[in-house]
């Protein structure tokens, strides 16, 4: 498995912007997929963004427009660029990585969004 290392979560007000960074112990060109999933008090994990190996993105309907996933491959790290927080953005943010059907994940960074 590779190791994940999210960073970068805090508190924020509404309308604001936060930048998430996840840290990879192995190249994250070669993972088939990466992406940002997070969890809300009592809610299910979804996935928020991916990326593949080829750069192919997609983004849950509810982000769309105000997150934006990317990676850089020197630095092996997977970055999620949001703004236009809201409330409803508040959660545990999950860094994941899926390698020829090995699944990853981070420890998780909290993004809390209020006023």
């Known amino acids: 498995h590779v190791q994940l290392v999210e960073s970068g979560g805090g508190w924020v007000q509404p309308g604001g912007s936060l930048k998430l960074s996840c840290a990879a112990s192995?190249?994250?060109?070669?993972?088939?997929?990466m992406a940002w999933y997070r969890q809300a008090p009592g809610k299910q994990r979804e996935l928020v963004a991916n990326?593949?190996?080829?750069?192919?993105?997609k983004y849950a309907d509810s982000v769309k427009g105000r997150f934006f996933i990317s990676r850089h491959d020197i630095k092996n790290e997977l970055y999620l660029h949001m703004r236009s927080l809201n409330t409803e953005d508040t959660a545990i943010y999950y860094c994941?990585?899926?390698?020829?059907?090995?699944?990853?994940w981070g420890q998780g960074t909290q993004v809390t969004v209020s006023s």
């Open positions: 192995g190249s994250v060109f070669s993972m088939d997929v």
């Open positions: 990326i593949t190996r080829v750069g192919w993105t």
């Open positions: 994941n990585s899926d390698q020829q059907g090995v699944i990853s």
